[in-house]
T-cell receptor, first 109, second 114 residues
């Protein structure tokens, strides 16, 4: 089976940097993705790591360590609009996707 | 390009009634996913289609849920009969193929069973 652990909630202030961690257990591994979901909205893709290291996309970066079964999403220069839920998702054997329970990010002015 | 289309957006039914959800994926996307998302939880995969073939349906409650993907394009997810615990958001997503890491999600159907 596959399981993921991520914090349920993170709070930060505008302009700050926040890191959302994700640890996973999976049989087979084809990469770790991150999705953002605003209340009432659809999940939207943010970032993907198939290999170890850091991937940067604008204000968002994602990191993966396959040996530690660990990854994180880093959000810089936080804005109010970044308040949302963030999900890590792993693709395990046969490319089966499994999502974490999500981290609610609250950005304060 | 047009995104993933789902209908209806909202549905309220009484328990034991049937309900169906429809999804039109992004043109050219071979892989289609149906997820269920409960409040405060992540999406849970119900079934994945590769073209018209259903794969990875181990989480689909087959006694009451059924799905089909006609001609490898549109898909329908049905529940019959619905139970109170089926209240959730049903999300459809698509990707170019099963190895594509980016999934494109539709807006979802919010089902309330009373």
């Amino acid at each position: 089976g596959q399981s993921l652990e991520q914090p349920s909630e993170v709070t930060a202030v505008e302009g700050a940097i926040v890191q959302i961690n994700c640890t996973y257990q999976t049989s087979g591994f084809y990469g770790l993705s991150w999705y953002q979901q605003h209340d009432g909205g659809a999940p939207t893709f943010l970032s993907y790591n198939g290999l170890d290291g850091l991937e940067e996309t604008g204000r968002f970066s994602s990191f993966l360590s396959r040996s530690d079964s660990y990854g994180y999403l880093l959000l810089q220069e936080l804005q109010m609009k970044d308040s949302a839920s963030y999900f890590c998702a792993v693709r395990g054997g046969s490319y089966i996707p499994t999502f974490g329970r999500g981290t609610s990010l609250i950005v304060h002015p | 390009e047009a995104g993933v289309v789902q209908s209806p957006r909202y549905k309220i039914i009484e328990k034991k009634q049937p309900v169906a959800f429809w999804c039109n994926p992004i043109s050219g996307h071979n892989t289609l996913y149906w997820y269920r998302q409960n409040l405060g939880q992540g999406p849970e995969l119900l079934i994945r289609y590769e073209n018209e073939e259903a794969v990875d349906d181990s989480q689909l409650p087959k006694d009451r849920f059924s799905a089909e993907r006609l001609k490898g394009v549109d898909s329908t997810l049905k529940i019959q009969p619905a139970e109170l615990g089926d209240s959730a958001v049903y999300l459809c997503a698509s990707s170019r193929d099963r190895s594509s890491y980016e999934q494109y999600f539709g807006p979802g159907t919010r089902l309330t069973v009373t």
